[in-house]
């Protein structure tokens, strides 16, 4: 064995024990470095004769060769081996309990849908949902707003592309306005739902996002009117905005689906520059509602002449906006966490009219 071959062997042999990056680090100086072993043969070249190099150049850059690949190979063996322990180490089993303080928050629109149910079980009211995915017939036309009719057009809709057998028109749902045709089909009156919800409407802007979201409030008794109607939006208002001034003004306005129907304002005052609900300083828009139409009674399959009844939808957005100062309704749907961590409620503050809806 030349001793060339020895040096090769002695190395290899000494890289593929070393068990540490350290250890193969040291090899690599002391073969490769600037006064290396193998350095010093590769600079040995120069004081060859020319025959002398050509038998030699080729071996010693063989052994460089081979030694600066074995190195590499080792290095990446052994950093291979150091990631998968790391990573064997920090295993999380997602499913044990949180033992350090829960750190994500409820987002204000749920806040408010768990408040909304709160106040509205306390008045007898049941929470019923229905699907986003909507037919033409429960989105429009049993709510009084047949083909032709312009109120179509106004709700910038979602269509989903025409079925094969042309028979329903699928959309996303413009309002929660269909879960009043739902409920009134399924169950028999007396009825007292609220329904809140996801929304669609192809818009945007600083106070239009394209999916929103509504809750929607449906009564239908015997010898419901108007008056019911004040009162129950009073007494919500009151509860969900924790203040007793709330001042109502119902202005006479359209929707197909109630007659007579009317917008709904609160008062507003003006403390240090900001709106605040309550007292009538000025009138800030926050719902519509009126009396459910006889013709969308009759397309459930009830009798208009038995049956009346009440029914009224809100933006939920705009609450929570109203409710809690937040200016920007894009920033809603955006999902940084630091927005989140400011404005989001805690998970374990569950809301309770006792404790005040909005603690
Ligand atoms: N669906 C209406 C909208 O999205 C809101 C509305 C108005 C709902 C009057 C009602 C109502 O139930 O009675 O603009």
Redesign the pocket.
């Known amino acids: 064995m030349t001793d060339l071959e020895k040096m090769q062997g002695d190395l290899l042999g000494r890289i593929a024990a070393a068990d540490d990056l350290d250890t193969v680090e040291a090899i690599r100086v002391e073969a490769l470095g600037k006064s290396g072993s193998v350095t010093a043969l590769l600079k040995s070249l120069g004081k060859m004769t020319p025959e002398e190099r050509q038998a030699e150049g080729p071996r010693i850059h063989g052994l460089r060769e081979a030694v600066t690949e074995a190195i590499a190979r080792r290095k990446a063996t052994l950093e291979r081996a150091a990631l998968d322990a790391k990573l064997a180490a920090e295993t999380i089993d997602m499913t044990l309990p949180a033992d350090t303080p829960l750190s994500g928050t409820v987002h204000p629109v749920s806040q408010v849908m768990d408040e909304l149910a709160e106040i509205f079980a306390d008045l007898g009211f049941a929470v019923a949902t229905g699907p986003e995915i909507e037919d033409d017939w429960h989105n429009f036309t049993a ?1 009084n707003i047949p083909e032709s009719h312009p109120a179509r057009a106004m ?1 910038d809709t979602f269509y989903f592309p025409e079925a094969e057998d042309g028979e329903r028109k699928m959309l996303l749902r ?4 269909p879960v ?1 045709i739902r409920t009134m089909m399924q169950h028999k009156p007396p009825i007292r739902i609220i329904a809140p919800g996801r ?1 669609y409407r192809s818009d945007s802007d600083a106070t239009h996002t394209p999916m929103f979201h ?1 809750v ?3 009564v239908i008794d015997k010898g419901i009117t108007l008056g019911h109607l004040k009162w129950t939006l009073e007494t919500f208002l009151k509860a969900f905005f924790e203040r007793d001034d709330i001042v109502l003004r119902l202005r006479p ?1 359209y ?1 197909p ?2 007659e007579p ?3 709904v304002d609160v008062g507003f005052t003006v403390e240090k520059g900001k709106r605040v609900i309550g007292g009538s300083d000025g009138w800030m828009e926050v ?6 139409h006889p013709k969308v009674i009759a397309a459930c399959g009830l009798d208009p002449d038995e049956w009346q009844g ?6 939920i957005d705009r609450l929570a906006m109203l409710k809690y100062g937040m200016d920007d309704l894009r920033a809603f749907f955006d999902g940084d966490l630091r927005w989140l961590k400011h404005y989001g409620f805690s998970a374990l503050d569950v809301p309770t009219l006792s404790g005040g809806v909005g603690a």
């Open positions: 709510l709700h413009t309002h929660t306005s009043q929304t509504q929607e409030g449906l306005s929707f689906f109630t129907s009317a917008e719902l519509g509602s009126g009396m459910v009440f029914a009224f939808g809100c933006g």
